[in-house]
């Protein structure tokens, strides 16, 4: 490499490139690990492979890369490997950067056109067998489950015609169907969207395509029983700017959200459209449906929270307007307009990438474990928006109650994963990756899921840091 890394956010403290490939047998335990944690616990990591081809670039441009850590009677393994997406490898060969700015193909340099841009870093996803690595801009790449080996692009035998493939789709766990969707599904700037199911084995059966407002950005969605639920707020992309250099993104909170419900029986003939006004989500917490009526609890802003997405208007970056608060809305079909219902958010404690007991996906739930904010206590610089969540934590949606644990002035905390050992939405323990900031290392907490506030009942310690993970999914074991 000819080049250093730039000293800026993206770049620097616990958002250092780690550009590892380890396999670390058997970690060192602190406390006691619950012998009926049986499973792998998938994470995707953005870690950039090269320093940016223009000087610098955000958090979110890292290549994918894709962690393991085996649980096992008690003893846990951990691996990690780059995706080897088209663009990883053409980067390799080349021993930098080729690639331009975060989703701005206009920026490459003129040898890659027309190679996958896709640095496949955001959620692991397993279904029919099969375990993706995913980011919303492309297509899915698959991994061996085992050997965390990259096996190439997916497009479901040829069959898919939307181009990208969100880094949010659902497993029902009523039926085991995926459902899954596209935006911006025609090329950068449509305002294509594709809604797609895949059965239980992983067969595409259906895939079809509606118009969105404007070509926004729509990160994730909703299933209940009977509808599937776009939440669609005003982050534009415009192609102008784009051919210009300028960002994929900026926001416009003067104009409105749309929510779009597209019923699973009868599909996208049957779409019916909401509105409210402006503001930003990432994060859908859950959804249900009881007859025509849906309620969608997601994490909501007032103002986008990535500080590299600016409103177009220049307002100012104001960190209580970009904080996410777990918020109930409720979309009433059997009402003739596009009226969302809302009262005051379920909790004032910020909070974002919010998991629930994925057996409860799309019916009705109590329960939701997630990163929150303590903004009276140290905030420490990680992951994409500047400040680390100083909290992990359990929110009981049905009263308010927040149930978290502060680790201490040096910690933050990454995505919790809930795994369940029960029947119930507190039978279970919940993991998240605890950054020792001022160790410049990693923990992974093991905390009991209706006692969060407790502590973590054991700690596993890597010998190196983790940069902060995206997403993660728990599977079974896989030999
Ligand atoms: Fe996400």
């Known amino acids: 490499m000819t080049k250093p890394f730039p000293e800026s956010l993206a770049f620097t403290g616990n958002n250092a490139p780690s550009r590892v490939e380890a396999d670390i047998f058997d970690l060192e335990i602190h406390g006691e690990l619950p012998r009926e944690l049986n499973g792998c616990w998938y994470r995707m990591t953005p870690d950039p492979q090269f320093p940016p081809l223009h000087g610098d670039d955000i958090y979110l441009s890292g290549d994918g890369m894709i962690s393991m850590f085996r649980f096992e009677n008690g003893y846990v393994d951990y691996k990690s490997r780059y995706v080897r997406t088209e663009r990883f490898l053409a980067e390799r060969r080349a021993r930098r950067a080729l690639f331009g700015h975060y989703r701005n193909a206009f920026t490459d340099e003129a040898s890659v056109a027309g190679l996958d841009r896709t640095v496949a870093n955001t959620s692991p996803i397993w279904h029919g067998g099969r375990l993706f690595a995913t980011k919303e801009d492309g297509l899915p790449y698959e991994i061996d489950p085992v050997s965390l080996e990259t096996k190439g692009r997916y497009d479901f035998d040829g069959r898919l015609k939307t181009l990208t493939v969100s880094a949010h789709p659902k497993i029902d766990p009523r039926t085991g169907e995926l459902l899954f969707y596209g935006y911006e599904a025609s090329g950068d700037g449509s305002r294509d969207m594709a809604f797609c199911v895949a059965d239980k084995d992983g067969k595409l059966i259906s895939e079809e395509w509606f118009e969105a407002p404007y070509a926004g950005m729509v990160h994730d969605f909703a299933i209940t029983e009977d509808y599937a639920v776009f939440p669609i707020f005003p982050t534009i992309v415009d192609m102008d700017r784009l051919k210009a250099g300028g960002p994929h993104w900026m926001s416009d909170v003067a104009q409105d959200a749309w929510i779009a419900v597209v019923p699973r029986k009868g599909g996208v003939a049957g779409i019916r459209w909401f509105k409210r006004p402006g503001g930003q989500f990432f994060h859908v917490i859950n959804a249900w449906n009881e007859g025509e009526t849906i309620t969608l609890d997601l994490c909501v802003a007032q103002m986008n929270p990535f500080p590299f997405i600016p409103d177009v208007s220049g307002m100012a970056y104001d960190p209580r307007l970009a904080a996410t608060l777990p918020s109930r809305w409720t979309l009433d079909l059997g009402r003739n307009d596009d009226h ?61 109650e927040t149930d978290a644990w502060y680790g201490g002035d040096d910690d933050t905390f990454q995505e919790p994963q809930f795994i369940p050992t029960g029947p119930g939405e507190l039978d279970g323990y919940v993991v998240s990756v605890i950054e020792k900031h001022a160790e410049h290392r990693s923990d992974v907490g093991v905390f009991r899921a209706g006692k969060m506030a407790d502590g973590p009942v054991a700690v596993i310690r890597l010998p190196l840091r983790l940069r902060g993970a995206v997403h993660g999914c728990w599977t079974p074991l896989h030999d």
Do not use: C, H, K
């Open 340 to 400: 969302v219902g809302e009262g005051p958010p379920v909790s004032f404690v910020p909070g974002d990438v919010p998991r629930v007991d994925d057996r409860r996906i799309g019916q009705t739930y109590r329960q939701s474990w997630m990163g929150m904010v303590d903004p009276t206590r140290a905030m420490r610089m990680s992951g994409p928006v500047g400040a680390g969540f100083n909290m992990v934590g359990r929110l009981d949606m049905q009263t308010g």
